[in-house]
């Protein structure tokens, strides 16, 4: 199994970035997706989550910034990221799971976000 996240990159406060995480080996409809962020010195925290469904969650500070979605057509999980701020400069990871678990993770993505 195999999560490929890329997409992250240097932008300037209120700009925009999409991640991707392109995945592998696995049956990707049947697992829920997650966003995970961890900043410098901080723990890792969920940023957002798709269920195999399709359901969506969002952690507070980036609701109405942030949009999750996937394409199980090209087994991949999309992080639409708008009006970026620069408290959201972290790795971001994405992750695989069923109820409940994270049982696959990617290599992580760097966003920066200058001010």
């Known amino acids: 199994v195999q999560l490929q996240a890329s997409g992250g990159g240097l932008v300037q406060a209120g700009g925009s970035l999409r991640l991707s995480c392109a995945t592998s080996g696995l049956t990707f409809g049947s697992y829920a997706m997650r966003w995970y962020r961890q900043a410098p010195g901080k723990e890792r925290e969920l940023v957002a989550h798709i269920s195999s469904g399709g359901n969506t969650y969002y952690v507070d500070v980036v609701k109405g910034r942030f949009t999750i979605s996937r394409d199980n057509a090209k087994n991949t999980v999309y992080l639409q990221m708008n009006s970026l701020k620069p408290e959201d400069t972290a790795v971001y990871y994405c992750?695989?799971?069923?109820?409940?678990?994270?049982?696959?993770w990617g290599q992580g993505t760097l966003v920066t976000v200058s001010s």
């Open positions: 992750a695989a799971g069923k109820s409940g678990r994270n049982d696959y």
